[in-house]
């Protein structure tokens, strides 16, 4: 038979077809997914602010990359939405290793000098070979996460330098540590796009510390570190509710909006498997939320003047709430939400009427963060209590259980206590109000 003449031409596009397109952006995907949950993990762990805010940041960085990613791979394999970790467990497996870091300075060296630095290359180098014309919205969302991972990497290996800076004993168990992972990384093959070379990758590192979840959250010892953080919580007569302690209260109830963040973290950690992605992609945005609330708060009370030696930092929901099953973990978050909804309103209004721009601003931001936390907190609770064979049932009984747990916390409170959290509220209110002036205020 004779065959037809046809056009043909060697082009370097056709290097990479939309199946094998589809196998590699889901590779990414778990790999992202991998990063998000380690972070998760250790949020409540790491002790400084800055770190917990740095990963609460670059969690969600990494969630929306891993939504995009996943969503492209639906386009590729329309109709087919299967997207499965099973070709890619062994590139998975190097990326989870990292939870299991022997302290908070190997993983976050961990993080900035091995595992970015190898997500980096591999996105490098699909970049290479994939067309940008025909698969124009792939290279678009690398190009973003992979300015993402190199920001992060900056911001990563400066956290963990100064951490070592601080704790220099550390070091060397940190870097052999790090220097284990990287030859493992460099054993899977010239890049993460690779097939890994052979089964001893999945062996466990040498000074590795299986993960857990911390009951008691890490602190930052630059700020107050306490269980409760203002007297109100306590003693409900305490001056709280207008002009200056108003102000006051509300901006250390943002700082101490720290608790959220862990807990929102802690749930991400906890329910990824169960729940799915589209649960980890709601918790990553709730986690750094909730994180923004917290530095509205240390920034407003900076622009004020305070020195962060003064400002209070509690644990008291989080610790009450890990004392629990970690379906509790999801309810607390929840029961705070749906009890302080109307609130934001109300601060938003007061802060109007007092000219107080700044925590007007950051409320106005903060109510529209919120509007989606409790329906996020509702959908999912839903799900959890679905098939559950044990009381609570319900999230009317779930609130009712958490306001006691938080009941019973508060009545922990001892007379030291009382006294220490009084005397320190004093001293940063007369701080407050020497600061105070009517500059700016409208008239009565
Ligand atoms: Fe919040
Ligand atoms: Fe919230």
Same mark, same amino acid.
């Given at each position: 038979?004779?065959?037809?003449?046809? =056009?043909?031409?060697?082009?370097?596009?056709?290097?990479?077809?939309?199946?094998?397109?589809?196998?590699? =952006?889901? +590779?990414?995907?778990?790999?992202?997914?991998?990063?998000?949950?380690?972070?998760?993990?250790?949020?409540?762990?790491?002790?400084? @602010?800055?770190?917990?805010?740095?990963?609460?940041?670059?969690?969600?960085?990494?969630?929306?990359?891993?939504?995009?990613?996943?969503?492209?791979?639906?386009?590729?394999?329309?109709?087919? +939405?299967?997207?499965?970790?099973?070709?890619?467990? +062994?590139?998975?497996?190097?990326?989870?290793?990292?939870?299991?870091?022997?302290?908070?300075? &190997?993983?976050?060296?961990?993080?900035?000098?091995?595992?970015?630095?190898?997500?980096?290359?591999?996105?490098?180098?699909?970049?290479?070979?994939?067309? !940008?014309?025909?698969?124009?919205?792939? *290279?678009?969302?690398?190009?973003?996460?992979?300015?993402? %991972?190199?920001?992060?990497?900056?911001?990563?290996?400066?956290?963990?330098?100064?951490?070592?800076?601080?704790?220099?004993?550390?070091?060397?168990?940190?870097?052999?540590?790090?220097?284990?992972?990287?030859?493992?990384?460099?054993?899977?093959?010239?890049?993460?796009?690779?097939?890994?070379?052979?089964?001893?990758?999945?062996? *466990?590192?040498?000074?590795?510390?299986?993960?857990?979840?911390?009951?008691?959250?890490?602190?930052?010892?630059?700020?107050?570190?306490? +269980?409760?953080?203002?007297?109100?919580?306590?003693?409900?007569?305490?001056?709280?509710?207008?002009?200056?302690?108003?102000?006051?209260?509300?901006?250390?109830?943002?700082?101490?909006?720290?608790?959220?963040?862990?807990?929102?973290?802690?749930?991400?950690?906890?329910?990824?498997?169960?729940?799915?992605?589209?649960?980890? !992609?709601?918790?990553?945005?709730?986690?750094?939320?909730?994180?923004?609330?917290?530095?509205?708060?240390?920034?407003? @009370?900076?622009?004020?003047?305070?020195?962060?030696?003064?400002?209070? @930092?509690?644990?008291?929901?989080?610790? &009450?709430?890990?004392?629990?099953?970690?379906?509790?973990?999801?309810?607390?978050?929840?029961?705070?939400?749906? %009890?302080?909804?109307?609130?934001?309103?109300?601060?938003?209004?007061?802060?109007?009427?007092?000219?107080?721009?700044?925590?007007?601003?950051?409320?106005?931001?903060?109510?529209?963060?919120?509007?989606?936390?409790?329906?996020?907190?509702?959908?999912?609770?839903?799900?959890?209590?679905?098939? !559950?064979?044990?009381?609570?049932?319900?999230?009317?009984?779930?609130?009712?259980?958490?306001?006691?747990?938080?009941?019973?916390?508060?009545?922990?409170?001892?007379?030291?206590? !009382?006294?220490?959290?009084?005397?320190?509220?004093?001293?940063?209110?007369?701080?407050?109000? *020497?600061?105070?002036?009517?500059?700016?205020?409208?008239?009565?």
């Amino acid at each position: 038979m004779k065959t037809a003449p046809l =056009l043909r031409a060697e082009s370097p596009r056709t290097q990479l077809m939309r199946r094998d397109t589809a196998e590699i =952006l889901t +590779r990414l995907f778990y790999l992202e997914r991998s990063l998000i949950i380690s972070q998760a993990g250790w949020l409540p762990a790491v002790e400084r @602010l800055d770190t917990k805010a740095a990963l609460a940041r670059m969690l969600w960085e990494d969630a929306v990359a891993a939504d995009g990613l996943r969503n492209r791979v639906f386009e590729l394999r329309y109709p087919s +939405r299967v997207i499965a970790p099973d070709q890619h467990q +062994r590139a998975i497996g190097l990326f989870d290793a990292v939870r299991d870091a022997p302290g908070q300075e &190997a993983f976050l060296l961990g993080m900035a000098r091995v595992l970015l630095p190898s997500l980096g290359a591999a996105y490098a180098a699909y970049q290479q070979l994939s067309d !940008r014309l025909s698969d124009g919205p792939s *290279a678009l969302l690398l190009k973003h996460a992979l300015a993402d %991972k190199r920001a992060q990497i900056v911001d990563l290996e400066q956290l963990a330098e100064r951490l070592l800076d601080l704790a220099p004993a550390s070091r060397a168990e940190a870097e052999t540590w790090v220097d284990a992972l990287a030859i493992r990384v460099a054993a899977y093959g010239e890049s993460l796009l690779a097939s890994p070379a052979d089964d001893g990758i999945m062996a *466990a590192l040498p000074g590795r510390r299986p993960f857990t979840l911390p009951v008691i959250p890490g602190r930052d010892d630059r700020f107050v570190c306490v +269980r409760y953080y203002w007297p109100h919580i306590v003693d409900p007569n305490f001056p709280a509710n207008e002009g200056i302690d108003l102000q006051m209260r509300s901006a250390i109830g943002h700082l101490n909006e720290v608790w959220a963040a862990e807990i929102c973290a802690a749930n991400l950690y906890n329910f990824a498997d169960t729940l799915g992605w589209d649960f980890i !992609r709601d918790l990553a945005r709730w986690t750094y939320d909730e994180s923004r609330h917290c530095l509205m708060g240390l920034e407003r @009370l900076t622009e004020w003047g305070f020195a962060t030696a003064a400002l209070p @930092l509690g644990d008291y929901i989080y610790v &009450a709430t890990r004392q629990q099953e970690p379906l509790f973990g999801l309810a607390m978050i929840f029961y705070f939400e749906t %009890k302080y909804i109307h609130r934001g309103r109300e601060r938003i209004k007061t802060f109007t009427a007092y000219a107080d721009h700044t925590s007007r601003h950051d409320y106005e931001f903060d109510w529209a963060d919120e509007t989606f936390h409790a329906e996020y907190g509702k959908r999912w609770l839903t799900v959890l209590l679905k098939g !559950r064979s044990t009381p609570p049932h319900d999230l009317h009984d779930l609130c009712r259980h958490c306001e006691a747990l938080i009941d019973e916390a508060v009545a922990e409170c001892t007379p030291e206590e !009382r006294q220490h959290l009084r005397t320190m509220a004093e001293g940063l209110m007369a701080q407050a109000k *020497a600061r105070a002036t009517t500059e700016g205020q409208p008239e009565q």
